[in-house]
Nanobody, 127 residues
């Protein structure tokens, strides 16, 4: 069982930056591939980024590629999402998720592959 708690959301102007954090409970954090998803009002949940167990492999959704960076600190059971050059269309609730995987290089973009989810943190980007 893994519990995930996101933090770091807030209100920022377009062009600004935010760093989201997701703290995981338990002693097996390094057994999980991690992902970030977002959901804007009235829209479906969207894949943002994924990172492998080892942190060596990352994958991004097209809408955030080149602006967002996912990274993790396995010693601190935390995954981060650095968001730069934010746009109003980035406004959404952001969720982190964990998927237990065998391969140290596996990354997952499908929300259905994730076993555990956080409660979300709200990000609002003003124009």
């Amino acid at each position: 069982q893994v519990q995930l708690v996101e933090s770091g959301g807030g209100l920022v102007q377009a062009g600004g930056s935010l760093r989201l954090s997701c703290a995981a409970s338990g002693r097996t954090f390094s057994s999980y591939a991690m992902g970030w998803f977002r959901q804007a009002p009235g829209k479906e949940r969207e894949f943002v980024a994924s990172i492998s167990r080892s942190g060596e492999v990352t994958y991004y959704g097209d809408s955030v590629k080149g602006r967002f960076t996912i990274f993790r600190d396995n010693a601190k059971n935390t995954v981060f999402l650095q968001m730069n050059s934010l746009k109003p269309e980035d406004t959404a609730d952001y969720y982190c998720a964990a998927a237990r995987v065998l391969s140290s290089s596996a990354i997952l973009s499908g929300s259905g592959r994730y076993n555990y989810w956080g409660q979300g943190t709200q990000v609002t980007v003003s124009s």
